[in-house]
């Protein structure tokens, strides 16, 4: 029922999309078993008292909204609408008024000094790449080698959409290309992954999160670093926008909301100057 329901009503819908909409559903008919009931026959007090049990398991509030997202469109596909009528749910926190979180200077600093002293040429290219273009974890898993065009001055990376169409083209700067440049130099593969795992396979996200662990540090805040200095440097949110492949300028703006540390910082300068 649940590959059907992904066949008819997410048609269109990214691979991810589909994966998470699929395993909420499927965790949802788990929990309705035990329940003594099914997917075909749930009510609107199933579907309240999973929310409230999710709830009461210490799910935050943007993953229990996730999974209501799932079970509202899964109702309205099997014509059960009535489940999910005056269904009370978790408000998620308003991101469009959080600040990500970012990387200072001296952190940029120790995380780069790490990795070179370890001389894994892979780990500082996606380090640079991922630090001074912003690209997102699944754009950098999926680059291929032809995605990167770097000449003597100068150099770019293509991030391209799922149907191999150019989504946007980032500049790449003299550190960035130095680190690129220095890790091909070293590939003997004839793999079209730009970057690959010990296996010699295209490197997987978990893989990439990993290495940044090792460094007490979060892949996603490279990306967040990105921006934020982009933002905090003045330039123009339409050029941020087009870096970034933010759809929305109000995701850009979240950057500049101030952090707990900026206020602390304008609190204790309140009279030093």
Known sequence: MIQQFAQEALRGKSKETIKTYCHALEQFSKWLEGAGTDLQHYSRMDVQQ?????????????????????????????????????????????????????????????????????????????????????????????????????????????????????????PLNSETRRAITKYLEHLT???????????????????????FQKYGVNVHALRHTFITRLVRNGEDISIIQALSGHSSADMVLRYSAPTDEDKMKAVSDLWVK
């Open 50 to 170: 999973y929310i409230d049990f999710l709830a009461s398991r210490g799910k935050s509030a943007a993953t229990i909204n996730k999974i209501w997202n799932a079970i509202k469109k899964f109702s309205i596909w099997a014509n059960k609408e009535q489940t999910i009528e005056d269904i009370s749910v978790v408000k998620p926190r308003n991101i469009l008024h959080e600040a990500p979180k970012a990387l200072e200077r001296n952190e940029v600093n120790r995380l780069l000094r790490e990795i070179d002293r370890t001389g894994n040429l892979r780990d500082m290219a996606i380090a640079q790449l991922l630090i001074n273009t912003g690209i997102r974890l699944s754009e950098l898993v999926a680059l291929e080698k032809t995605d990167v065009v770097i000449s003597e001055r100068k150099g770019e990376v293509i991030i391209r959409k799922e149907k191999g169409a150019k989504e946007r083209k980032i």
């Open 189 to 211: 593969d004839d793999n079209s992954a730009l970057f690959l795992s010990n296996r010699n396979k295209r490197i997987s996200p978990r893989t990439v999160q990993h290495i």
